[in-house]
């Protein structure tokens, strides 16, 4: 009895170790992978900002500029899930933050407001989907 516990508990717990190890270097990897892709992106000075569940982040660059308030942000959002990148663009003017735990918030802001018109400001990406929801604004 004792031997056939020996062969089945055995083998058992030596699999769930070594899955256990395998999940652990895979997380590992994908930290690597990420710095690895913003470095080759951005070179330096880039920044992460992980969702809450840090199954997506996003990684920005905030491009120098000679006109005081206007630094374009070069950025994108990566699913550790897919390992790839699923949205990325540079913002002329604006924002990119996360609004809830699947949503990222791209903030455009317009050179210049005028009376009466609708101008786009942006959209809300939802990063499980792929889908987007414009902003409207503009001065009524």
Not at 98 to 119: A, H, N
Request: aromatic letters at 12%; proline letters at 3%; one cysteine or more.
């Amino acid at each position: 009895m004792l031997q056939l516990l020996n062969k089945i508990v055995l083998p058992f717990l030596i699999f769930i170790i070594s899955c256990t190890s395998i999940e652990n270097d895979t997380k590992e990897i994908k930290k690597i992978d990420i710095n690895q892709i913003a470095s080759e992106k951005f070179g330096e000075n880039f920044s992460f900002d992980y969702n809450t569940s840090k199954e997506f982040v996003i990684c920005r660059k905030r491009s120098k500029s000679k006109i005081v308030g206007n630094t374009p942000i070069e950025y994108f959002i990566y699913d550790f899930s897919k390992n790839e990148i699923i949205d990325e663009s540079v913002i002329p003017l604006g924002n990119i933050s996360w609004l809830s735990k699947y949503e990222v918030k791209i903030e455009i802001f317009p050179g210049m407001i005028q009376k009466d018109v609708q101008t786009s400001n942006g959209y809300v990406l939802n990063v499980k989907t792929n889908f987007k929801t414009k902003i409207d604004g503009g001065v009524h």
